[in-house]
């Protein structure tokens, strides 16, 4: 009975040394992604939608998620660099990003959305600000949609959607375009942010969101993918979403 309770109070004793041991998966995420990946205010800690999902994932794989606070436009290059694992923003897939890093299963499906000051009547077309200055933030995929066509008399590129909006506010610009969802979930927490989303507009494209890991890291997209599946299957992935408002 003694020699049993050694053995296993040893064999605790390993799988604590390996647990401790064991890397954490190094998630990428972004401050502007509000309601996908934002710092609370109130905790300082990273939290969102796709930092529930990360976090969801990784136990589901017995690891614990260490979140690295990351610039949009950085997210890639560090994912390609090897400074995180796997990115979980609200990045939406597509075929240049497909070029550089691999995608998981879709999560999230949105599109662009348009916003203006909140004193301004105009519902704007994209037609309707041919000649205008515009904003978006840097590294988008709207960002791109907005200087392929040519219409607008400059499209200037920010950090943050924050920052557009404080321009679209100021007037320095007539309007400014970001991720649906993260542009209509701060309005609806700060109305003193002084923008309105513009009724009826179209997106420009509609996209899927997913996590990224590099290219070299297939075993870890199948655990991603896998854990996707179930989540999705239990209804978590669903009840993850809702909790923001998605």
Do not use: C, H, W
């Amino acid at each position: 009975m003694i020699i049993r309770k050694i053995a296993a109070g040893a064999l605790a004793l390993i799988f604590a040394a390996t647990a401790a041991m064991a890397d954490p998966v190094r998630v990428g995420v972004t401050t502007t992604g509000v309601p996908f990946t934002f710092v609370d205010t109130g905790t300082q800690q990273v939290t969102g939608a796709m930092v529930d999902l990360a976090t969801a994932i990784a136990r589901d794989n017995g690891m614990e998620p260490a979140f690295e606070l990351t610039a949009f436009s950085a997210l890639i290059p560090s994912l390609q660099s090897d400074k995180i694992d796997a990115i979980s923003a609200g990045m939406l897939v597509t075929d240049a990003r497909k070029e550089v890093v691999n995608f998981s299963d879709p999560v999230y499906s949105y599109g662009d959305a348009m916003f203006v000051a909140a004193d301004n009547p105009e519902n704007y077309t994209i037609e309707a600000l041919k000649g205008e200055m515009v904003g978006a933030q840097i590294g988008t995929t709207f960002a791109d949609s907005l200087n392929a066509l040519g219409l607008f008399g400059e499209v200037t590129l920010y950090d943050s959607i924050a920052d557009i909006m404080r321009d679209v506010k100021l007037g320095r610009i007539k309007a400014g375009f970001g991720d649906q969802p993260i542009v209509a979930y701060q309005i609806a927490q700060n109305p003193a942010l002084g923008v309105r989303l513009v009724e009826g507009y179209k997106p420009m494209k509609t996209g899927n969101v997913a996590l990224a890991v590099s290219k070299d890291k297939a075993d870890l997209l199948a655990k991603v993918n896998a854990s996707i599946a179930r989540l999705k299957a239990s209804g978590e992935l669903a009840k993850i979403f809702a909790k923001y408002g998605l």
